[in-house]
Nanobody, 118 residues
Framework: QVQLVESGGGLVQAGGSLRLSCAAS????????MGWHRQASGKQRELVAR???????NYADSVKGRFTISRDNGKNTVYLQMNSLLPEDTAVYYC????????????WGQGTQVTVSS
């Protein structure tokens, strides 16, 4: 069974930075997509950023220029560098894996809380 474990969340003041990490273990296919989603209190979950095993990235408009997603395929680990944090970034951040190319299977981490104080 695939398992995703996030780390790096916490409390930071506006303008600060955090780096989230997500390590995947188990049967990870070479072709996959990993990403970060977030859900703020009272709001729907939204895609923050994702990256393919080939290195192609996508970002939500709200984080472009501030967040950077990267990955280490050898470690099956994805990172989210978050700079210039805003109170609006406060949310639970979830790591996601779409495992495989044909009929990929979805896996989710347990979530890590990011709180940005004003």
């Amino acid at each position: 069974q695939v398992q995703l474990v996030e780390s790096g969340g916490g409390l930071v003041q506006a303008g600060g930075s955090l780096r989230l990490s997500c390590a995947a273990s188990g049967s990870i296919f070479s072709i996959n997509v990993m990403g970060w989603h977030r859900q703020a209190s009272g709001k729907q979950r939204e895609l923050v950023a994702r990256i393919t095993s080939g290195g192609s990235t996508n970002y939500a408009d709200s984080v472009k220029g501030r967040f950077t997603i990267s990955r280490d395929n050898g470690k099956n680990t994805v990172y989210l560098q978050m700079n210039s944090l805003l109170p609006e970034d406060t949310a639970v951040y979830y790591c996601h894996l779409a495992n495989g190319w044909r009929n990929p299977l979805d896996y989710w981490g347990q979530g890590t809380q990011v709180t940005v104080s004003s």
